[in-house]
């Protein structure tokens, strides 16, 4: 099925933080510093709207500052998406809610500012609430309405299940458990054939795609719930590294030529 005449795609930068690469992708230098994006998408559908992930909220500083110490990193806060969606002059009304990749903090943190549903799946949702040192989407999701989806579509792209939003082929959820015991892949075809992967955490950086480079065992240990299962999931990825632009979602170079959303 072909995508829906009208449907844009634009990105909201929100901040980064600093990382080495030796810390990021298995191989990296201490040398080499990474700056992580935190970035949401804007999918705008003639259907109605949608956000993936919310990158930094308006507090942010104090999400970070609740995480254990191992895992706070320096931070540069830029505007959040609720602030870039106003200074657009974006209608909030047509957005239909923030599909979340998965529910750690930098992915999260932006409900903060956003009064729009959450769309997670069943999987994700148990894994948030059985989350002990993270704990930002349990604060920031609460009042939110959580609009859970199952993934009640075929095969797609050698992933076993799916779930198509609009039912026009143009966003379509896959499952991806292994980051977490509820992380997805979403696949959007924009106007022109314009095919993108967001891939959410399975690997933070571009190396995991080109050089076939998983997270070092380390981060493997603290930041995967199965890292069998992201090795599966990221050979899928690159089987259609030539067919699909693939953006991890802490990578600024996935991003590259996805529009910025300009204010007016």
Same mark, same amino acid.
């Given at each position: 099925m072909t995508n829906k005449v009208g449907m844009?795609?634009?990105?909201?930068?929100?901040?980064?933080?600093?990382?080495?690469?030796?810390?990021?992708?298995?191989?990296?230098?201490?040398?080499?510093?990474?700056?992580?994006?935190?970035?949401?998408?804007?999918?705008?559908?003639? @259907?109605?709207?949608?956000?993936?992930?919310?990158?930094?909220?308006?507090?942010?500083?104090?999400?970070?500052? +609740?995480?254990?110490?191992?895992?706070? +990193?320096?931070?540069?806060?830029?505007?959040?998406?609720?602030?870039?969606?106003?200074?657009?002059?974006? @209608?909030?009304?047509?957005?239909?809610?923030?599909?979340?990749?998965?529910?750690?903090?930098?992915?999260? +943190?932006?409900?903060? +500012?956003?009064?729009?549903?959450?769309?997670?799946?069943d999987d994700e949702l148990a894994y948030a609430r059985k989350a002990t040192s993270d704990r930002v989407f349990a604060n920031v999701a609460a009042g939110h309405e959580l609009r859970t989806y199952r993934f009640d579509g075929p095969a797609h792209l050698g992933f076993p299940a799916s779930h198509d939003v609009y039912g026009d082929g143009s966003v379509v959820i896959v499952p991806a458990a292994g980051h977490?015991?509820?992380?997805?892949?979403?696949?959007?075809?924009a106007p022109g054939d314009r095919r993108y992967a967001f891939i959410g955490d399975l690997t933070w950086q571009l190396d995991g795609i080109t050089e076939h480079a998983e997270r070092p065992l380390l981060m493997r240990y603290l930041a995967d719930s199965d890292a069998r299962q992201v090795r599966a999931d990221l050979a899928r990825i690159i089987a259609i590294a030539d067919r699909y632009q693939i953006v991890p979602a802490h990578?600024?170079?996935g991003y590259r030529g996805i529009p910025v959303l300009a204010p007016r």
């Open positions: 844009t795609i634009t990105q909201l930068p929100t901040g980064t933080y600093a990382t080495p690469a030796a810390l990021a992708v298995r191989g990296g230098s201490f040398r080499d510093r990474r700056d992580f994006t935190a970035t949401a998408v804007l999918i705008e559908h003639p @259907d109605g709207d949608l956000l993936i992930d919310a990158g930094f909220g308006r507090d942010a500083g104090a999400h970070i500052a +609740s995480l254990p110490f191992y895992r706070r +990193s320096a931070h540069t806060l830029g505007p959040t998406a609720a602030a870039q969606l106003d200074a657009h002059g974006y @209608d909030r009304s047509r957005l239909l809610g923030v599909l979340v990749t998965h529910t750690h903090w930098d992915h999260v +943190s932006g409900l903060d +500012s956003l009064d729009v549903p959450v769309w997670i799946n977490t015991t509820g992380s997805i892949i979403v696949f959007v075809t990578d600024a170079r």
